[in-house]
């Protein structure tokens, strides 16, 4: 439980920093959370669990985040099995992204982060939820929320929480220009990134799981006994215990009401 307020506490810390300094200049690091590596950048392997109808926004996704001096990207399996794509289960060591039709639940995407007992991101899913078809057709939403999603799981949160654009997939804008990471954006990974760790979290290639595997499986959405830690009329975000010590942050995108 002392673990488990730790991390709501770090949520909250993050959420009041975010309120008090200027969107321009906004520091939009998610809490501290980042992976654990012994060297920058790191390779942080990806689970391709999408459909055709998604290619195209993963693929520039990743594309778009490899570019960060920190982070290199790249697929190491694929997997859109209509099972996958429903569990979408976290890998440890890697990132897995998702899209199905999760049910009109109030999310469209749905960010999960695992902590290992150190408090650093041991693995992570981005989910893209067809349900809200109609919210997809909106020009450059599909590709703005797919970036998003992926983005929380480096460790990142919005750079304004107010719907008004910074031309970055990182605030809530449905702007043309909100598509894409920005110069702040790769600055902010490299605040985050800026110290290295004693060990890996990710799984370096042809190496087992730096992280424990009794972690309990990956609910399909926010489970229930969650704890709420923040919301507001774009997003949600809880926090929930691991078997292992560890936690599980969701970070929720609300669907907007005309979405519905």
């Known amino acids: 439980m002392r673990k488990l307020m730790r991390a709501i506490i770090g949520v ?12 321009a200049s906004a520091n939009h690091s998610w809490s501290n959370y980042h992976w654990a590596r012994t060297a920058n950048p790191f390779r942080l392997q990806v689970v391709d669990s999408v459909t055709t109808a998604w290619q195209g926004e993963y693929n520039a996704a990743l594309s778009e985040w490899g570019a960060s001096s920190v982070i290199d990207l790249v697929t190491s399996s694929a997997d859109d099995s209509n099972r996958t794509r429903r569990q979408c289960r976290a890998v440890a060591g890697r990132m897995r992204v998702c899209n ?14 695992g902590l290992d007992n150190r408090g650093h991101i041991d693995r992570g899913t981005a989910k893209m939820n067809d349900s809200y078809a109609s919210y ?12 998003q999603e992926i983005g929380h799981v480096f460790g990142l949160t919005h750079t304004s929480e107010d719907g008004t654009t910074q031309n970055t997939c990182m605030d ?9 990471p920005n110069a702040h954006d790769y600055a902010q990974l490299e605040t985050i990134y800026a110290h ?27 489970p229930l006994g969650a704890l709420l830690v923040h919301t507001n009329r774009f ?10 010590g560890g936690h599980w942050v969701f970070h929720v995108r609300i669907a907007p009401e005309g979405a519905r």
């Open 196 to 222: 290295v760790d004693t060990y890996n979290s990710f799984v370096t290639s042809g190496a087992a799981a730096a992280a424990p595997a009794n972690v309990g499986d990956l609910p399909a959405g926010v």
């Open 100 to 113: 199905d039709a999760y049910g009109q639940n109030g999310w469209l995407g749905l960010a999960t982060i």
């Open 12 to 23: 909250g810390a993050a959420v009041a920093a975010l309120a008090v300094v200027g969107v």
């Open 136 to 147: 997809w057709t909106i020009p450059g939403e599909k590709r703005h929320v797919m970036c």
């Open 172 to 180: 809530y804008s449905q702007s043309i220009t909100s598509q894409s």
């Open 235 to 244: 997003e949600d975000v809880y926090v929930a215990s691991r078997p292992d």
